[in-house]
């Protein structure tokens, strides 16, 4: 969802991005350009430009109203797996299956990167933006934070492969999916276990958490089609949730998106987008 909640971005192996109004289940535009399916998709703080990236190993800045490319970004040699903006969307910053994150200033001609990160030894499967420190997960087992106006580093050896990362809302602890189908929540500051969440499947897949309703829920995805929620402190299992779908779809949960300030929840399963609110 974009910073207001009121629109979404979609995307797939169709090689295209749309916008939706998902409350009224209205496709707005359609973004097409990249040559391979896309991996990922985000707006900016004002919402006047989205990024994207994909698996043909760019990342494309667009123009929402227009539909039009304003710059096309090459300088991962493998598939991109997922991008993000800063608070004030100057910099766009995507992680890779080269091992690497790559800076972009989105203000500049320039279309080489500005900094780039080298320091993993496996794929980014996700990355973080929050204040001036990046966060990015990697199939190398590791949880790296980068302190951007500091110039440090600091590196979580979580143990298993990480799938996806996610922040609480108060950005003290980070939420790590694991390929052995478990959710570590992590101390950001200190590097230690706080929780850990388990019953879901997440196997290889790329599979999305996230924490819900004021750092209340953990939610994730699986492969077995259900949105799994427990409760933040005793980490109990509250729910399974199964999209209403005429058609009994198999596929995996693999995206999820809230709303910034209501109990609105966004989710992806196979071809279906489903919403859950109040």
Partial sequence: MNVDGEYCLTCGSDKKIKLWNPFKELCLKTYAGHGD?????CGSCDS??????GA???VVLWDVSDG?????LRQHAATVNCIEYNEDSSVVVSGSNDNTVCCWDTRSRNNSPIQVLKEAKDSITKVLVIGHQIITGSLDCFLRTYDIRMGNLDADFIGKPISC???TQDNMCT???CTDSTLKLMDKQKGELLNEYTGHTVSDYFIEN???HNDSIIISGSTCGHLWCWDFVSAKLIEKLKPNNNVSYTQSINSISTH????VLLASCGPCISLWSE
């Fill in 37 to 41: 399916c896309v991996m990922d998709a």
């Fill in 48 to 53: 006047s430009e989205l990024a994207s990236c």
């Fill in 56 to 58: 043909d190993k760019s």
């Fill in 68 to 72: 039009r490319v304003k710059r096309r």
């Fill in 165 to 167: 990362i996610s922040s």
């Fill in 175 to 177: 939420l790590v999916s």
């Fill in 210 to 212: 996230c924490v819900f």
């Fill in 260 to 263: 910034p300030s209501k109990k």
